[in-house]
C-alpha cells in the first residue's frame, strides 16, 4: 500500500484520483513554476521523454522530473504506453519574480578565489555533480518532505546574488538562519552520496539521494553525523549547522536537484513556507 503522503504527492501536480484511476492525459499538469517538481504516475511499462530526454520510471510506473530556475517552457512532455500509445504534452511555464539579494561581508577570496584555489574549487564541485547522478530505483521521495530544521528563511532559492558588490550566481537553494550546532535532520529518506567536512566554498556539505534523480545537499555544516553509503530515514539527525565555508553567520543552506537542475524546496510536497 502507498503511504498516505502519496495521495498529497499527486495532489502536488494537479491530480484529485489515486494514480491507477487515472488516465494517462489527466496525469501530467498543464503548468509547472520555475523551481518546480512533477511527481506522476504513468501505467507500468510507459516510457516518458521530457524535452526530448529520456526519464527514468518506476516499475510501478512512477516518475519524477523537474523545471530549473531559467526554464522557459513550453516543456514538451512525451508519454508512450506498453502498447506503443503516444501522448504528448505541453506544460507552460510559470515565470516567477527573482529578487536582488544582497550579501556583504563575505571574505573576498571566497568571492573571487586566487588562482592556486581554482583547480581545488574546480574537484570539489565536479565530486558534488558526479554525486547527483545516481539514478536508482528507490522510491524514498514518495514519502513526502518535512523541515530539516526550523528556522528564519534568510535566502530564498533563486534570488539574484550579490556579493560584496559583485554580482554571482543566483541562489542555489534556501538559507534557514538557525543557531550554530541546531540539529540538521533529514527531510526524506534516502542514501548519503557525498559527505565531506571541509569544501572550500561551501564548508561542511552532504549529499542525500531520494532516487530517481532527486537529492538534497546541506551546507556550511559545522559537524557530519552520517557517513556514505548510509541510509537514512525522514527525520534522523544527519549533521549539525554552522558556518564553515563561504558564510556570514550560522545558518543551514538546504538546496534540492533533480540531476543536474536545481529546484526550490519550498516547492516540494509537504513543505509549507512559513
Known sequence: MRPARWFALLLFVGLCAPALAVSLATRLPST???GGLVVVQLKPGSRLNVAGKPVHVGKDGVAVFGAGRDEQGPLMVSVVGSDGHRQNTRIAITPRDWPIER???VPPATVNPPPELAARIEREQAAVATARNRDDNREDFLGGFSWPVQGHISGRFGNQRIYNGEP???HSGMDIAVPQGTPVRAPAAGIITFAQPDLYLTGGTILLDH???LS??????SKLEVHVGQHVSQGQIIALSGM??????PHLHWGFNWFGVRLDPLLLPGIVAP
Open 211 to 213: 532516487g530517481f534523480g
Open 244 to 249: 564553515t565555508g563561504r558564510a556570514t553567520g
Open 216 to 221: 538534497s545537499n546541506f551546507l556550511h555544516l
Open 103 to 105: 550579501v556583504n561581508g
Open 168 to 170: 554571482k550566481a543566483p
Open 32 to 34: 509547472l513554476s520555475q
